[in-house]
């Protein structure tokens, strides 16, 4: 038996569709379920091109950003990718290296990793990056109305 909960704005959970509220009406008052937990609370497949779509328009279009002095050739979709995830803040860590060279711990974006409200958080920030430091002279619509089109 599956059982779908939503959680109320006072905090209490309740059935989330008919079938849920089918199987919570055999319980009896006092009955205790134990449930597995799983949110449903995920990102979506259409964000995840989108996000594709902004990394691979800036591959296509850009050979590369110049960030504190130092040249980042965008070589691959995957350079890209890093890079807009350093620029937007998606980082758990600076590392500081014996050489006194520093490295960003680039936080992973992957589905199991990220909820959709972090992401919901996340991807102005990784617009704001492509326009302030990738493509500045380009608005922020005009990116989300190109990728749009592209992720179509």
């Not at 909960?5 to 919570?24: F, H, I, N, T, W």
């Not at 803040?89 to 992973?108: E, F, N, Q, T």
């Amino acid at each position: 038996m599956r059982v779908f909960l939503a959680k109320r704005l006072d905090g209490a959970l309740m059935p989330a569709c008919e079938e849920s509220e089918r199987q919570a009406r055999r319980m009896v008052p006092g009955e205790v379920g134990e449930f597995d937990w799983k949110s449903r609370n995920t990102r979506s497949v259409q964000w995840h091109k989108r996000y594709f779509a902004l990394c691979n328009m800036v591959y296509a279009n850009v050979e590369g950003i110049n960030i504190q002095g130092q040249w980042i050739d965008f070589s691959s979709v995957d350079v890209v990718h890093l890079t807009l995830k350093g620029l937007a803040g998606l980082h758990d860590a600076l590392i500081v290296l014996p050489d006194g060279s520093k490295a960003l711990l680039i936080r992973s974006i992957a589905f199991d990793k990220m909820t959709a409200d972090e992401w919901a958080r996340a991807w102005p920030r990784l617009l704001d990056a492509v326009h302030q430091h990738v493509l500045p002279m380009v608005t922020i619509a005009a990116v989300e109305n190109e990728i749009a089109r592209l992720a179509a």
